[in-house]
Nanobody
């Protein structure tokens, strides 16, 4: 079983950047597709982006395309979410999640979750 721990969240001004990391332990990530999700207060958890097990394929929610980039280093068992041109509406807790198979937009399709990291974007 793999365990996930996110880091890199914080407070940033609008227009700024953050890079989140998702480190795995217990088992290597190379077999897993990884997703990044976010949840704002009072809202449902939503898909931000995902990356295939090999890193050869990525997918993003429309509102993140062109601003967010997901990458992974399977040798380091780490997945990254680079967030640029941040907006106040990006404020949320960000979670990484793992699943066997392909990237999926549905959070219920993911088996393993990290504890989340808070991202706050001030205007």
């Amino acid at each position: 079983q793999v365990q996930l721990v996110e880091s890199g969240g914080g407070l940033v001004q609008a227009g700024g950047s953050l890079r989140l990391s998702c480190a795995a332990s217990g088992r290597g990530l190379s077999s897993y597709a990884m997703g990044w999700f976010r949840q704002a207060p009072g809202k449902e958890r939503e898909f931000a982006g995902g990356i295939s097990w090999s890193g050869g394929s990525t997918d993003y929610a429309d509102s993140q395309k062109g601003r967010f980039t997901i990458s992974r280093d399977n040798a380091k068992n780490t997945v990254y979410l680079q967030m640029n041109s941040l907006k106040p509406e990006d404020t949320a807790v960000y979670y990484c999640a793992a699943r066997i198979g392909y990237i999926n937009y549905d959070p219920n399709k993911y088996d393993t979750w990290g504890q989340g990291t808070q991202v706050t974007v001030s205007s």
